[in-house]
């Protein structure tokens, strides 16, 4: 199970960091991948980090804004936010790949699996 966290409103400009817990798997074992949904529009990766913690990828539209960090010890994946735009508005999701030590990280939602609740993020102009 995922639980994701940390979401709010917040000024353009301003930042947040989203935390996504994990229990009932293996953690370090799994990619995992941040993805955002704004209304209207369907759901699209964010962000996605290697099981070992030492590779990224990202979304262009968030590159040299976001960062996605993992902590192994406690089962949790954060999502750095800073300069926020008004765009980056929308529910985000935490999302395990449920292939254990995968070399690649997945932009797309197929293959994560286990998605969390969502956190919802508010950017005001």
């Known amino acids: 199970q995922l639980q994701a966290s940390g979401g709010g409103l917040v000024q353009a400009g301003g930042s947040l960091r989203l935390s996504c817990s994990v229990s009932g798997r293996i953690f370090s074992s799994y990619v995992m991948g941040w993805f955002r949904q704004a209304p209207g529009k369907e759901r699209e990766f964010v962000a996605g980090?290697?099981?070992?913690?030492?590779?990224?990828d990202y979304a262009d539209s968030v590159k040299d804004r976001f960062t996605i960090s993992r902590d192994n010890a406690k089962n949790t994946v954060y999502l750095q936010m800073n300069n926020l735009k008004p765009e980056d508005t929308a529910v985000y999701y935490c999302?395990?790949?449920?292939?254990?030590?995968?070399?690649?990280?997945?932009?797309?939602?197929?293959?994560?699996?286990?998605w969390g609740q969502g956190t919802q993020v508010t950017v005001s102009s």
């Open positions: 999302a395990a790949d449920p292939t254990p030590f995968r070399g690649t990280i997945a932009t797309t939602e197929v293959p994560y699996e286990s």
């Open positions: 980090i290697r099981w070992a913690g030492n590779t990224a």
